[in-house]
């Protein structure tokens, strides 16, 4: 008898948390980056597959980035959100749904440069930084791409840019202080 409540917990919670993600899963939104015909040369001519970028974010603070491969583009979509999905990490943004500070991402040859803007402004970002920050749900930021335009590049850089973010509450523990004395 012992044995059979074990599994019924056993059960009953993996039922839980498949439920529990699939609210989760519902409130992201996937957005395509990048997507590529690929060629590999065989004896007998090309064979061609499809590589896709994709960013899944819910748009409060929260994105993951995923790479997929198929040899159908439907099969690398869903690939590359399942990676996504995986890679998933936390933004810390102001209430204002901006960046709190100017960061600078760097990845390989790309360079992106992130400052935060004043209400209204909107995202002024091209490609992949304004998908990023969508998925994200900033609002109000200025954004440029040095270096290399490589959307994978540009976008691992813009990930990396956005997780150097810090919280006003995390600084002030570190230094020793309260709030109110970094400003």
Do not use: C
Request: proline residues 2%.
């Amino acid at each position: 008898m012992a044995d059979l409540e074990k599994n019924t917990d056993k059960d009953f919670n993996s039922m839980n948390m498949q439920a529990d993600e699939g609210v989760v899963e519902a409130q992201l939104e996937e957005t395509i980056i990048k997507t590529r015909r690929v060629a590999k040369v065989v004896k007998g001519g090309r064979r061609f597959s499809f590589s896709v970028l994709v960013a899944v974010g819910d748009k409060d603070g929260r994105i993951g980035i995923g790479f997929g491969k198929a040899n159908e583009v439907s099969d690398a979509i869903s690939k590359a959100s399942q990676n996504a999905k995986k890679n998933m990490q936390k933004i810390y943004l102001t209430k204002r749904k901006t960046v709190p500070h100017e960061i600078i991402g760097e990845f390989k040859g790309s360079k992106v440069i992130i400052r935060p803007a004043a209400p209204g402004t909107g995202v002024i970002a091209g490609g992949a930084v304004r998908s990023i920050m969508d998925s994200v749900g900033v609002t109000d930021v200025l954004a440029k791409v040095l270096g290399s335009k490589n959307q994978v590049n540009v976008t691992k850089a813009t990930i990396l840019g956005l997780q150097s973010l810090r919280n006003i509450k995390d600084v002030a523990a570190r230094r020793g202080k309260k709030m109110a004395d970094l400003f």
